[in-house]
């Protein structure tokens, strides 16, 4: 019993520092000279989580007077692909996963060469998404054609809920300043909320500044908040505008945001915390991922149980430098139940419950 307050305690005392600083992702995407017809020909920090090709890498990128992201190597250019033609979707994930009671801010430049009005609405480019990406998409952006120019949408969700559109109408072939908060809320699970903030020129140092464009705060979708936010999203669909992207910043506080000028691009990689995530998907058959961090290097174990509290396979168990990991667990040899992992690493230790049905 004494034990168990004590560790208590222990893990309370993480809980309590909050981060409030950090800038969690500086993609300048600056990849050299030569552009290519897929970025991830031309860098491993993008992934491709649907299609098969693209988007594009272009040379040179966007620049925005005064935002700390600008003008540095080149950008990423999407389109209405058509199926294998420029119809992939990519993420990058950030350094670390925000799952607090906290708020994400996500920045980038935006300009867009056409658009078109889809289901008399447009189709979202941009998301956001857990650390171990699936289909949850979180505070999807979205544009439609208004004749001459566009609009932007937003929704926290996805269908049935709809996006919230703005009726200002913006220029194509003219780069923006857009800001996607995303607000955790802990009262329900479907409560957490979205904010769309556009400039056409200025960089605000604080919050809301004077925004050309605001949506939101918008979130009544029925689909269950996320965990966590630990990855953004470019999607290239038939009805997604054309466009190129670029300077897309995450950081959990708009001053780390955009408040910088251009000095804090080598941010931090170290968690502050230790963190065991919920394995995802879960239940699941067979396999499951599971992501941890750890704030200071040392020995980690990690290993599963049975419901008996027998110990029925070892994930992990040697030294790891404080990051951000994510390992992946075949329990095709087990049969249907539920099991338990658990991390151990110096005085830190915490355990969590899995289900696989079969
Ligand atoms: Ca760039
Ligand atoms: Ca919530």
Same mark, same amino acid.
């Given at each position: 019993?004494?034990?168990?307050? $004590? =560790?208590?305690?222990? =893990?309370?005392?993480?809980?309590?520092?909050?981060?409030?600083?950090?800038?969690?992702?500086?993609?300048?995407?600056?990849?050299?000279?030569?552009?290519?017809?897929?970025?991830?020909?031309?860098? /491993?920090?993008?992934?491709?989580?649907?299609?098969? /090709?693209?988007?594009?890498?272009?040379?040179?990128?966007?620049?925005?007077?005064?935002?700390?992201?600008?003008?540095?190597?080149?950008?990423?250019?999407?389109?209405?692909?058509?199926?294998? +033609? @420029?119809?992939?979707?990519? @993420?990058?994930? *950030?350094?670390?996963?925000?799952?607090?009671?906290?708020?994400?801010?996500?920045?980038?430049? &935006?300009? %867009?060469?056409?658009?078109? !009005?889809?289901?008399?609405?447009?189709?979202?480019?941009?998301?956001?998404?857990?650390?171990?990406?699936? *289909?949850?998409?979180?505070?999807?952006?979205? !544009?439609?054609? +208004?004749?001459?120019?566009?609009?932007?949408?937003?929704?926290?969700?996805?269908?049935?809920?709809?996006? !919230?559109?703005?009726?200002?109408?913006?220029?194509?072939?003219?780069?923006? =300043?857009?800001? %996607?908060?995303?607000?955790?809320?802990?009262?329900?699970?479907?409560?957490?909320?979205?904010? %769309?903030?556009?400039?056409?020129?200025?960089?605000?140092?604080?919050?809301?500044?004077?925004?050309?464009?605001?949506?939101?705060?918008?979130?009544?979708?029925?689909?269950?908040?996320?965990?966590?936010?630990?990855?953004?999203?470019? #999607?290239?669909?038939?009805?997604?505008?054309?466009?190129?992207?670029?300077?897309?910043?995450?950081?959990?506080?708009?001053?780390?945001? $955009?408040?910088?000028?251009?000095?804090?691009?080598?941010?931090?990689? !170290?968690?502050?915390?230790?963190?065991?995530?919920?394995?995802?998907?879960?239940?699941?058959?067979?396999?499951?991922?599971?992501?941890?961090?750890?704030?200071?290097?040392?020995?980690?174990? &990690?290993?599963?149980?049975?419901? %008996?509290?027998?110990?029925?396979?070892?994930?992990?168990?040697?030294?790891?430098?404080?990051?951000?990991? #994510?390992?992946?667990?075949?329990?095709?040899?087990?049969?249907?139940?539920?099991?338990?992992?658990?991390?151990?690493?110096?005085?830190?230790?915490?355990?969590?419950?899995?289900? &696989?049905?079969?």
């Amino acid at each position: 019993m004494k034990k168990s307050i $004590l =560790l208590f305690c222990f =893990l309370l005392s993480f809980s309590l520092i909050t981060v409030g600083q950090t800038v969690l992702l500086n993609e300048n995407f600056d990849y050299g000279s030569t552009a290519n017809s897929d970025i991830t020909m031309v860098t /491993q920090n993008w992934a491709r989580h649907s299609g098969t /090709q693209g988007p594009q890498y272009v040379y040179p990128g966007l620049s925005y007077t005064a935002y700390p992201s600008t003008n540095v190597g080149g950008a990423l250019s999407f389109t209405n692909g058509s199926s294998g +033609n @420029n119809d992939g979707d990519v @993420n990058r994930q *950030t350094s670390t996963f925000i799952s607090s009671t906290s708020v994400v801010y996500a920045s980038f430049l &935006l300009s %867009l060469k056409s658009a078109k !009005v889809y289901n008399n609405a447009g189709d979202y480019f941009f998301h956001l998404g857990p650390a171990i990406l699936s *289909t949850t998409f979180r505070g999807r952006v979205y !544009v439609m054609s +208004n004749g001459s120019g566009f609009s932007f949408g937003l929704s926290k969700s996805s269908s049935p809920e709809v996006a !919230v559109y703005s009726n200002t109408v913006l220029n194509f072939n003219q780069t923006y =300043l857009v800001v %996607l908060k995303y607000s955790f809320n802990t009262s329900a699970t479907t409560d957490d909320e979205v904010t %769309l903030y556009v400039y056409s020129s200025g960089v605000p140092t604080s919050e809301p500044g004077n925004p050309d464009v605001t949506i939101g705060p918008t979130g009544t979708g029925s689909s269950a908040d996320p965990s966590d936010i630990g990855t953004v999203a470019i #999607r290239q669909g038939s009805n997604t505008p054309t466009g190129t992207i670029d300077g897309i910043r995450v950081a959990d506080s708009w001053t780390a945001l $955009l408040g910088a000028t251009g000095v804090d691009d080598n941010y931090s990689t !170290v968690p502050t915390s230790f963190e065991l995530m919920q394995n995802y998907p879960n239940p699941f058959n067979p396999t499951t991922t599971i992501a941890y961090s750890i704030p200071r290097e040392g020995n980690v174990t &990690l290993k599963i149980y049975n419901m %008996l509290g027998q110990e029925v396979k070892t994930l992990v168990n040697e030294a790891r430098s404080a990051g951000y990991y #994510r390992v992946s667990f075949d329990a095709s040899s087990l049969s249907s139940g539920v099991y338990f992992y658990r991390i151990q690493s110096g005085e830190f230790m915490m355990t969590k419950k899995m289900v &696989l049905i079969k």
